[in-house]
């Protein structure tokens, strides 16, 4: 049997990159999914086609691969329209088992030119449209009286700062929480509240570096694995937190990014790692290209070789001692080589 078979799902923003693959992915595992997806009414007529052209090619995958699909128009951040879409998903299956908050947009803008409309817009996608939604997948789970899965597609941005990207970055912090306090509160009642926080991933929205070979290569120098993930990997992980296999797992956010997580900065021995003094000076004198990039190293004048305190014959020995020589970095006066004294 399928590991999620005769469940009913619900996905919102699954018109399109992760949230379509997951809506694909839980279809293929065994669930009816109900695909819900947006429109602009301002929109332009390529931005329509190309959203319906998602929704058809998803409903198509998720048919062909068992499930019952339903298309369910809703803008997440309006109460009425979401409290609508569930009673349609109701009328349709009549259950619930699965929430996956996909649902997001972001505006980029310097923060100090960011409009109070902007940010409200961006919160009120991210935030509160996984808020409502999942206000009415806890009522359903509780009326139904069984367990219940609620996944919130986060972002590594939930704990990494993003600048420019000010209301997608708090809107993912707030749903870091969101999550958290959720678990916490409907643990014992069998409903698990859980998250995922895709890093660098191949999707439609980021087409603008994914299709230039510099910047795609910018993009994945910064991620230990050094490559960008894919949808798929991401719906792998969605499947997994909604499966039974995932029961004993709630409040957490599962982060598949590569590594982007990890302080990758990290991934090149800092000072405090290198062997010995000498060693420690010499990186103090010139750091790697991380910590300077190469026209500012250009500007900076660089000193001979450095020579310890204890290879310098005119200093006294011994233990804490604090000379004239304590104004230099470890202990290394500039200007001097390496066994010799100051004329």
């Not at 619900?10 to 819900?36: E, F, H, K, M, W």
């Not at 299956?93 to 908050?101: E, K, P, Q, S, T």
Request: some cysteine; proline content about 6%.
């Amino acid at each position: 049997m399928k590991a999620l078979q005769g469940k009913v799902a619900l996905v919102t923003g699954g018109s399109s990159g992760i949230g379509q693959a997951i809506a694909i992915r839980l279809g293929a595992d065994g669930a009816s999914v109900a695909i819900n997806y947006v429109g602009r009414s301002a929109g332009a007529v390529s931005t329509k086609e190309a959203i319906e052209h998602g929704v058809e090619m998803c409903m198509k995958q998720v048919a062909e691969a068992g499930g019952r699909p339903i298309l369910v128009g809703a803008d997440v951040s309006d109460e009425h329209a979401v409290e609508q879409m569930f009673d349609r998903v109701m009328r349709e299956y009549g259950r619930l088992d699965i929430l996956v908050n996909n649902a997001g947009i972001q505006i980029a803008e310097d923060s100090h030119e960011l409009s109070a409309a902007d940010f409200d817009k961006v919160l009120a996608v991210n935030l509160r449209g996984a808020f409502l939604c999942a206000r009415q997948a806890v009522l359903a789970f509780l009326a139904a009286g069984r367990p219940g899965v609620v996944v919130n597609v986060s972002s590594v941005h939930q704990v990494i700062p993003k600048p420019r990207f000010l209301g997608y970055s708090v809107s993912k912090g707030g749903m870091q929480n969101l999550t958290r306090s959720l678990a916490l509160e409907y643990a014992a009642r069998g409903i698990r509240v859980n998250g995922i926080g895709p890093g660098a991933t191949v999707t439609p929205i980021n087409r603008s570096w994914i299709d230039d070979p510099v910047k795609r290569r910018m993009v994945e120098s910064h991620i230990p694995m050094r490559r960008a993930g894919d949808s798929a990997e991401m719906a792998a992980a969605v499947a997994f937190l909604c499966s039974d296999e995932a029961a004993y797992i709630t409040g957490q956010t599962l982060f598949i990014d590569g590594g982007l997580t990890l302080y990758p900065s990290f991934e090149t021995t800092w000072s405090s790692e290198l062997p010995g003094v000498a060693g420690r000076a010499a990186l103090e004198r010139r750091p790697p290209g991380y910590f300077w990039p190469d026209r500012l190293l250009r500007a900076v004048p660089q000193e001979k070789e450095p020579v310890l305190l204890a290879q310098r014959s005119d200093l006294p020995a011994g233990p804490g001692w604090q000379g004239r020589a304590g104004q230099y970095p470890l202990g290394i006066a500039p200007g001097e080589q390496r066994g010799q004294g100051k004329a």
